[in-house]
């Protein structure tokens, strides 16, 4: 069953469902992941490159970057895969711990040996989902994830040099559903609305492209990972009917959103 579960000083949690082969061009990532696939296969590409995860198979993905990304389907034509966000708190004691390490820059696949590997993500998800499970034992379970990352020479480092653009996303996923406008967000930059609009152009963006693109791909990850309905959905992201998301969506990503489930069932559209 998908879903999407966080926990605070933990971290996130999300499993993913497709029935059918999509590719979602320039995805925004805004925080350090890992991603194991399930089912099916994932290609992650960027301008430096491209990997292909089948089943079992295991990536760790930089935040701060837009990637093309393919979910192909297994032959029972199902794609399945999970991710994993750990709080930034972790990756910052691993950052101070194993500063010699390199960092991910962009994306790193894991070599896992046996079934260890997808027991310790297990423990590491359960540490999240089950808010019974005392704290620190949960903080341990999501830091050995991270030695995974440091028996594969690498390690997480955050977001450091937040762009203009990456503040701005920051801000308004605080809540998508709000009618922002270059004002509103200016002022809480204590700044001007024609310097926002100039520091976004420098770095090739617009309050409303970043708008348009934040929530839509929240939406996708809600479309992927919950079985919220498509009308809450497109409330959530701040759009009054379905049809009027559903164009947003389909100008954004090429393809409904009606896609991303497809006739699964138990799904409501």
């Known amino acids: 069953m998908p879903h999407i579960t966080a926990r605070s000083g933990i971290g996130v949690v999300g499993v993913v469902l497709q029935q059918q082969e999509l590719e979602f061009k320039r995805l925004f990532i805004e925080k350090p992941l890992l991603i194991c696939v399930i089912q099916g296969i994932k290609s992650v590409r960027w301008a430096g490159g491209e990997f292909l995860l089948r089943a079992g198979e295991v ?66 998800m359960s540490a999240i989902t089950e808010e019974q499970l005392p704290a620190a034992i949960a903080r341990h379970h999501m830091h050995e994830l991270l030695l995974w990352l440091e028996a594969n020479g690498g390690r997480f480092e955050q977001v450091a040099a937040l762009t203009m653009a990456i503040k701005v996303r920051r801000l308004i996923g605080q809540d998508l559903s709000r009618e922002w406008n270059a004002a509103t967000v200016a002022s809480a930059f204590a700044m001007s609305e024609a310097t926002l609009r100039r520091k976004l152009a420098e770095e090739g963006t617009t309050m409303s492209a970043l708008l348009v693109d934040a929530r839509m791909s929240f939406a996708l990850q809600l ?17 009054q009917t ?11 990503f090429g393809f409904p959103p009606t896609a991303i489930r497809g006739h699964r069932h138990g799904f409501s559209d």
Do not use: H, K
Not at 94 to 115: C, H, K, T, W, Y
Not at 242 to 252: G, K, L
């Open 242 to 252: 379905p049809s009027q998301f559903a164009v947003r969506f389909r100008d954004r």
């Open 223 to 239: 479309l992927q990972s919950t079985t919220q309905p498509v009308v809450q959905i497109a409330l959530s992201v701040g759009y």
């Open 59 to 124: 990536i760790a993905v930089a935040g701060g970057q837009s990637l093309d990304i393919t979910n192909r389907l297994a032959a029972d034509g199902c794609y399945r895969a999970c991710w994993l966000v750990p709080d930034d708190s972790l990756i910052a004691a691993q950052s101070n711990a194993r500063p010699e390490l390199p960092v991910i820059r962009q994306a790193q696949p894991l070599q896992v040996a046996g079934d260890a590997f997808m027991q310790a993500m297990e423990r590491a």
